[in-house]
Structure formats: structure tokens, C-alpha cells
């Protein structure tokens, strides 16, 4: 891992990432999330000042040490208690069979290497009955957009951290056995290949 990703990368996602649509849609998914919390992908911690009382401690898996080091910031001002995992989701995840109420999965999807292999790990952990909350951007249902998503990921995936532009998110999480319970589909304010959004809730089948 270069100097780029391993220092410049996080700080780019940590600044990108903290703009009024992006407050917006915490301040609308996070609160929902109750008890023991897996989030995937906590990056900075920029979901951490969302959680409510209702939370009991969060796990937060990332493999970037450097935004690693500034969710532990944010999390040291705050009351909620918060374990970081440093490894990429689709590794095995060191949480036994059906213990978090929780996962917490925003604009994160896009960047594991092996997507439907991480879901199977969510899956797994998830209790019976516990809830999946997404913000993910991915491909969008215009040709025209889609198109432009498919020449441009195999670059943008080389500067935004493997992040892909073009993954059908919705049928992702269902294939890997999750039942969507709530969606909403829409564009984010900015160029189009980037801003497809899927937001909703998911359950285990």
C-alpha cells in the first residue's frame, strides 16, 4: 500500500464525506440503530456523534489504520463505546454467530473488493430478527448514467480505493440473503454516475 492510499486517501474520504446531504442521510439512518452495532466501513467516524442512547457499543471494521486513527478522535469525545476491527469486511470477522441487533453499512459497499462475500459475514453475525441499515451509491437505473458508470470505474476504482461505481446494490444484499424491508432510490446533488443512492433496511430471510 503507497503513500496515496495509505495517507492522502483517507483524508480525501474524510472531507468528501462531510457535506450537508451526507449529514442529512446520517441524521436520518443512524438514530435507527439499537443495541450491539456492527459498522462496516466506519472510516473516520463521521456516523459516530448519530448513534443514540439506544446503542450498547459499536464494532467498527476498516482496513485504513489512518482513518482508523481518526474515528478513535471523534470517538474519544463521545459516549458511545466503540471497538475497532482493523481488517476488510469479507475477512472473517472475529464476532461470534448472531450477536450484533445492528450493522450499519454507508458508502462502503463500493470499496470491498469481494462484496457478496462481506454480506455473507454480515449475515452471519447478524441475530435473527436484527436489521441492516444502507446508504450505498451504485448503479444507477438510467442507461445513460450507467453507461458512463461502467467506462469510468475501472479508473476511478485506481485514485478512489477500489471504490466501483457500477454495483446493483439492492440485488447484492438480496442474492446474499438479506429481505429488503424499506428503499428509496434517488440522485444526491452532483454528477450522476456518482450520486445513485440506495438507502434503506434489510433483514435476514
Not at 23 to 35: E, V
Request: proline share 7%; charged share 20%.
Amino acid at each position: 500500500m503507497g503513500f496515496y492510499a495509505r495517507r492522502v486517501l483517507p483524508r480525501i474520504i474524510d472531507l468528501v464525506m462531510r457535506n450537508n446531504e451526507t449529514a442529512r442521510l446520517r441524521t436520518a439512518c443512524i438514530p435507527q440503530a439499537r443495541g450491539e452495532v456492527l459498522e462496516v466501513g466506519i472510516g473516520s467516524g463521521l456516523n459516530l456523534p448519530f448513534y443514540s442512547s439506544e446503542v450498547k457499543r459499536v464494532r467498527g471494521v476498516d482496513p485504513s489504520l489512518e482513518l482508523q486513527r481518526m474515528a478513535r478522535e471523534r470517538a474519544a469525545s463521545l459516549p458511545v463505546n466503540v471497538d475497532f476491527i482493523s481488517q476488510s469486511a469479507e475477512e472473517p470477522l472475529p464476532l461470534p454467530s448472531g450477536s450484533m441487533d445492528t450493522i450499519v453499512m454507508r458508502w462502503t459497499l463500493c470499496s470491498i473488493a469481494n462484496a457478496p462475500k462481506a454480506l455473507v459475514q454480515m449475515k452471519r453475525v447478524l441475530k435473527p430478527g436484527g436489521q441492516l441499515i444502507f446508504v450505498e451509491h451504485g448503479r444507477a437505473p438510467d442507461r445513460g448514467v450507467a453507461v458512463w458508470q461502467d467506462r469510468i470505474t475501472p479508473a476511478w476504482k485506481c485514485i478512489g480505493g477500489g471504490c466501483q461505481l457500477n454495483l446493483k446494490v439492492d440485488e447484492i444484499i438480496t442474492k446474499a440473503g438479506f429481505q429488503i424491508t424499506d428503499s428509496k432510490l434517488f440522485y444526491l446533488p452532483g454528477l450522476r454516475p456518482m450520486t445513485y443512492t440506495y438507502q434503506g433496511l434489510a433483514r435476514v430471510e
